[in-house]
């Protein structure tokens, strides 16, 4: 199996700053690409941002310039520093990922439990 953990989620202040960290483990082959989701309450799920395997990057519009994703290949991790927070940020973060098992060809996408950040004075 594989498995996503999360970490870093908490209360800040508008204006602050936050990392999260998100590593896969388990019976990973490889690994496509990774990336960071949100969903805010009676919202849908949207990309953040996301990394692939070749170090490309891609960010909403709403995140750019404030919002960095990097990721280390050789320990299938990938975190988010999240800079200048603003309330409307405040969600539920998940991370994903694209990955293919031991002893499989095909990539399937596997998600973390999520980890809430809330923004707030």
């Known amino acids: 199996q594989v498995q996503l953990v999360e970490s870093g989620g908490g209360l800040v202040q508008p204006g602050g700053s936050l990392r999260l960290s998100c590593v896969a483990s388990?019976?990973?082959?490889?690994?496509?690409?990774m990336g960071w989701y949100r969903q805010a309450p009676g919202q849908q799920r949207e990309l953040v941002a996301a990394i692939i395997h070749g170090g490309s990057t891609n960010y909403a519009d709403s995140v750019k310039g404030r919002f960095t994703i990097s990721g280390d290949n050789a320990k299938n991790t990938v975190s988010l520093q999240m800079n200048s927070l603003k309330p409307e940020d405040t969600a539920v973060y998940y991370c994903n990922a694209e990955i293919a098992r031991v002893g499989y060809i095909m990539f399937r996408t596997y998600w973390g439990q999520g980890t809430q950040v809330t923004v707030s004075s």
């Open positions: 388990g019976s990973i082959f490889s690994v496509a690409g």
